[in-house]
């Protein structure tokens, strides 16, 4: 599974895994500074239960780091993955 970095508008990014031209994941946030505002996560219906979620998050945690960026959890999914694992630590806002 290929995710894609597309720029969705002034200062907003995503990470989007698109088939047959349709969007079947995506992980959204505003850059403000340093700083990864993440604000919405999409897996579909057909996809969920296959950890997309969280392959879309560690490609933004990944991607936070290569950039030496810091992550604000707002999107409800985010909230919950930083609080249960500690691999997010380190990009924390």
Same mark, same amino acid.
């Given at each position: 599974?290929?995710?894609?970095?597309?720029?969705?508008?002034?200062d907003?990014?995503?990470?989007? $895994?698109?088939?047959?031209?349709?969007?079947?994941g995506?992980?959204?946030?505003?850059?403000?500074? /340093?700083?990864?505002?993440?604000?919405?996560?999409?897996?579909?219906?057909?996809?969920?239960?296959?950890?997309?979620?969280?392959?879309?998050? /560690?490609?933004?945690?990944?991607?936070?780091?290569?950039? /030496? $960026?810091k992550?604000?959890?707002?999107?409800?999914?985010?909230?919950?993955a930083?609080?249960?694992? /500690?691999?997010?630590?380190?990009?924390?806002?």
């Amino acid at each position: 599974m290929e995710f894609q970095l597309k720029e969705t508008g002034h200062d907003a990014y995503a990470f989007v $895994y698109e088939k047959d031209n349709q969007t079947l994941g995506e992980i959204t946030w505003t850059l403000l500074g /340093d700083v990864m505002v993440m604000d919405h996560t999409f897996v579909s219906p057909t996809l969920r239960g296959q950890g997309v979620a969280k392959k879309l998050l /560690d490609q933004a945690a990944e991607f936070a780091r290569e950039k /030496d $960026y810091k992550m604000e959890a707002v999107c409800s999914y985010v909230v919950a993955a930083f609080e249960q694992s /500690d691999q997010y630590e380190d990009i924390k806002a």
